[in-house]
């Protein structure tokens, strides 16, 4: 399956490029130029820029498999005002130590560092009543490498409605896909269940939204896209199905969810004998609870196929795993057992003064058999230190089998500092 979206892709960065234009426009051609371009093209005026750093946190705190309905649930709630250009960001500067014991070599490895892994850009248009687009641009190796920085934009895409109006939408673009929850508590990196889970790449969709009810419909393609100067992503055809409810009763406010896509980052030989596309699909089960302060949120996944090997995606370089991969396992093994994950996350707000100070505990695992699994506990905790200034400081430990042989066994410390924009 090959998805042709090179008119609707162009046509995204065209729009953006307007309201760029006209953002840097003098004065009286910001008052003129967007009317009569938005106007000749059945828009309405853009009428405000604006930097939101509440929504910036919103959108960029952890990659998030639901952006689409969060951002058209923004427009219903009244966060995010029609004919705006929002424009925001996030950085965030990171000192870990880890101390790696290979104990089959008997070696032990400490790795220190103290790294800004890129800064992030955010710009989300709403035009009219029922257009709405979003990009993020990466800018890394900003410390390591100035002279050599690169810039990046993993997301960009559009939608199509107006949830006040009409529950249902349509979508495209490049992001992460809408497959299970995914959650992580922490800033810096995240879960097992993410990392080996997580999909991304060019798509089209269909969603629905009512009640609390949501259904996303997503199909996955080899897009001939304008994005790949940015990024070139080879990601496996297919699609996905991931439906949601968020429910509310006094105090208590819920979650459950089921997902299935047919496509992820791990691979089968046996596919491969039978000729069948090589990737194996993936169901997910996952559910969480808010009383007040408190949260706590579970998931379950399993492959649907037998697993012979996974390769990161570059969803995983680009979202949340800035530290480094020495640790995981590939599962390339004879064994062609599924793969199940598990990731159970809690959390509690205490006020300090007038912030928030969150602390929080995860606990991650991985399991293919006994020779092949990987496990991971994280603890640590988060403080609003001014209104867009966040510390945070954790502890995780990691370890698991590889083909029979003990892992690294991990211990990471990491303090990091994230300010949105």
Request: some cysteine; charged content about 15%; proline content about 2%.
């Amino acid at each position: 399956m090959r998805i042709k979206t090179r008119t609707i892709l162009a046509t995204l960065l065209l729009t953006f490029a307007a309201i760029s234009g006209s953002a840097m426009a003098s004065p009286q051609n910001i008052e003129e130029s967007p009317q009569k371009y938005f106007n000749n093209n059945g828009f309405s005026n853009l009428n405000n820029i604006v930097n939101n750093q509440d929504y910036s946190k919103k959108s960029l705190n952890n990659e998030s498999t639901r952006k689409v309905t969060d951002l058209l649930i923004n427009r219903k709630n009244g966060e995010l005002a029609s004919n705006t250009l929002y424009i925001g960001g996030k950085s965030e500067l990171h000192a870990t130590r880890k101390k790696s014991l290979y104990i089959i070599d008997s070696l032990e490895k400490i790795d220190a560092r103290l790294e800004l892994p890129c800064i992030q850009l955010l710009l989300t248009s709403t035009l009219g009543e029922y257009f709405s687009g979003s990009m993020e641009f990466q800018i890394s190796d900003v410390i390591s490498n100035l002279s050599n920085s690169s810039i990046k934009m993993p997301t960009a895409y559009f939608s199509m409605g107006n949830l006040k109006n009409f529950p249902g939408y349509i979508f495209g673009g490049r992001k992460i896909v809408s497959f299970g929850s995914l959650k992580s508590s922490d800033l810096y990196t995240s879960s097992l269940s993410s990392t080996y889970f997580t999909s991304y790449g060019d798509q089209i969709g269909l969603g629905y939204n009512s009640d609390g009810l949501n259904i996303i419909a997503t199909f996955i393609g080899k897009f001939d896209s304008p994005f790949d100067s940015f990024i070139n992503v080879y990601n496996t055809p297919g699609y996905a199905l991931n439906i949601f409810y968020d429910g509310k009763i006094k105090d208590l406010d819920y979650h459950l969810g089921v997902g299935y896509a047919n496509t992820t980052n791990f691979n089968s030989s046996i596919k491969k004998q039978e000729k069948e596309n090589l990737s194996v699909g993936a169901i997910s089960l996952n559910s969480g609870v808010s009383i007040k302060k408190l949260s706590l949120s579970g998931e379950f996944l399993v492959t649907t196929h037998s697993v012979s090997s996974w390769s990161p995606s570059v969803g995983n370089e680009l979202f949340g795993n800035y530290a480094d991969f020495s640790g995981l396992i590939d599962f390339t093994s004879d064994s062609l057992n599924l793969i199940k994950a598990w990731n159970l996350e809690s959390s509690y707000i205490f006020k300090i003064g007038d912030k928030d100070f969150i602390p929080y505990a995860s606990y991650s695992h991985i399991l293919q058999n006994s020779e092949n699994n990987l496990y991971k506990i994280e603890l640590g905790s988060k403080y609003n230190l001014f209104d867009t200034v966040w510390l945070s400081a954790g502890y995780s430990h990691s370890s698991g089998k590889d083909k029979g042989t003990q892992s690294s066994v991990d211990n990471a410390i990491a303090i990091s500092t994230t300010v949105y924009f």
